[in-house]
């Protein structure tokens, strides 16, 4: 794919997930002419003088890495343009730490590992983020950033460019919708923002105490990878009570009230009071 293009210079390095094993294929590879892999764990550079850039940067021969190979290693001014490229930035995978890297002289330092894009030091120095999400929890844009280096000035900007998203998305529910109109709510809501996501939904609110969802069927478009049911039945525990003073169920009521709607406390009394109301009626 990459010998595909035509008017792009590519440079890469071995992150921490595909390093540089002693038999790895990068080594033997041979690349286009437009490719430059770094096959080294220290620093080296790239020079491209046919576009005035040179890029320095180094990759992974182990699945850990602590040292810092940037550390100390100043541009040198060989080229118009000099972009640092580092995978890493946490703990255990070179760490990065602002201030060791933004007065080495760059125009730009390119940023990979963290999947998530994010801005470090606006126009300076930036993860990419991912190109495309890659787990459920990776919610938010994904692409790639775009820098143009004219005399020294860097500008970057990012540009959304993954085909899908991943969505958390709440569906409040009211006691008087039942299990088909909810399924329609998804449904709907889900075309709205594209039926080309992938989407975790959390139903909020209060159901009516005689429904319990059947969540399964609801994944009308076969996207939704997680659901919650975060929903509580809509008892009014102290009418209950008050009708039912003398037996099990009012005094049940009695000793688990008050408790907020977040503890375990009034799921049990959810659970307690809708089991005794079943058996009643029974
Ligand atoms: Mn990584």
Redesign the pocket.
């Known amino acids: 794919m990459f010998a595909r293009l035509v008017k792009t210079q590519v440079v890469f390095c071995a992150?921490?997930?595909d390093y540089l094993k002693k038999d790895s294929y990068y080594r033997t590879f041979s690349w286009e002419k437009h490719v430059h892999m770094m096959l080294n764990r220290e620093l080296e550079t790239v020079e491209l003088p046919e576009i005035g850039t040179v890029v320095y940067g180094f990759s992974y021969e182990s699945r850990e890495r602590t040292d810092k190979p940037y550390a100390g290693k100043r541009a040198k001014g060989g080229q118009p343009a000099e972009i640092l490229m580092i995978?890493?930035g946490d703990e255990r995978?070179v760490p990065v730490k602002r201030e060791e890297v933004s007065n080495l002289g760059y125009d730009y330092i390119a940023l990979?590992?963290?999947h998530k894009p994010q801005n470090i030091i606006p126009g300076k120095m930036a993860y990419c983020g991912a190109p495309e999400p890659i787990d459920k929890n990776d919610t938010g844009k994904h692409g790639y950033i775009y820098g143009e280096i004219v005399d020294k000035k860097c500008r970057v900007r990012f540009v959304p460019s993954a085909v899908r998203e991943y969505i958390h998305m709440e569906i409040r529910v009211t006691e008087d919708i039942s299990g088909s109109i909810l399924k329609e709510k998804i449904r709907k809501a889900i075309e709205e923002k594209g039926i080309q996501h992938i989407y975790k939904i959390v139903i909020t609110g209060f159901r009516s105490p005689d429904i319990l969802f059947d969540l399964q069927a609801m994944d009308v478009y076969g996207n939704i990878i997680e659901f919650v049911d975060n929903t509580k039945p809509s008892y009014d525990f102290e009418k209950i009570r008050r009708q039912n003073k003398a037996n099990i169920l009012g005094k049940f009521i009695g000793q688990l009230e008050g408790y907020g709607e977040d503890s375990i406390q009034y799921r049990a009394l959810c659970e307690g009071v809708q089991a005794l109301m079943e058996t009643k009626r029974g």
């Open positions: 992150g921490n997930h995978h890493g995978h990979g590992h963290i």
